[in-house]
């Protein structure tokens, strides 16, 4: 099974008997197992997926190729008897479990090896199934956004309109919302992160909007920023070119195999020429799939390359306090001679009334 490889890989090269997942994402991607509560277990030879007597039906259904194990007790003394059971005593572990965890596996005397983001490096390259998904939560977002739109413009209140976006998403058919939506306008959107409040949109105002949508569980991610009619736009309208330029060199050079940092460096080294650096200080994108933050980074730390598969976001920005930002954010998917642009959504800058 490619999806276990780094599993089975750390299992050999750490001389461990077993590798436990407790990550209920990594669970769902290994085993296809939708449900909030489960781990696996995976030895050199065998694969068993625990849950509770409330999934029962659920995994039987969800799940093909694993041992399906009924938990009937704690987590721990359920790890406890397959251990003894398999002849367990070297035993890895997520190193982003809980400290609970990781002390009720101390407590049974095992010789413990913490692996970090072994998972997560066979999820940053989406097959096409997993493709398929992100394509279809793109789309959702894209109509919802489109559908409340007319509704941006002087006068609205930006949690007013995160409102209408999330209940167009859920008509859309997400069933989650990936994260809080974020409406930001005048100075507000000179916060990267800034949330949906009662403020007013008013004239001159940059509008920032960033969402995403859902499909199978699968996200996406992408920002618009647009202009309220009105005031003095010529400095907003010089930093929106500079912040989209910044977007399309970035793009320019994802593909597989290029270095996270690379990326990062086409888009913040076009806004630093242009003299804005010190007002963009977040990463330009990050990986999508079943979370909305995932592996790789493309940041100016990171020391990853892209894989082929990889679906990234790509979204520099500007902020500058008093005056309002501009972030252009889009998603593409990482081909070996380039990319694939997945969201399609005007990117020129648009002035609302």
Known sequence: MQRLYFVHRFIKAKGIDAFVITSIKNVRYLAGFTGSSAFALVTPDRRFVFTDFRYQEQISKEVEGWDI?????????????FAKKLKIKKIGFEASVSYEFYKGLADLKFKLLPGTDIVEKARAK????????????????????????????????????????????KKEGCRSIPFEIIVASGANSAMPHARASQKKIEKGDFVIIDWGGEASGYYSDMTRTLLAAGGSSHEKRKIYSIVDDARKKALAVLRAGVGCKAVDAAARVRIKEAGYGDFFGHGTGHGVGLDIHEAPRLSWTSKDKIAEGAVVTVEPGIYLPGVGGVRIEDMALATSNGCEILTSLNRDLEVVG
């Open 69 to 81: 194990v009924i938990e009937k007790g704690s987590r721990i003394a359920t790890i406890k008897a």
């Open 126 to 169: 989406k097959e096409s199934g997993e493709i398929s998904k992100i394509r279809a939560a793109v789309e959702r977002a894209e109509k919802a956004f489109l559908k409340i739109k007319p509704y941006v413009k002087t006068g609205a209140k930006e949690i007013e309109i995160a409102r209408r976006l999330e209940e167009q998403l």
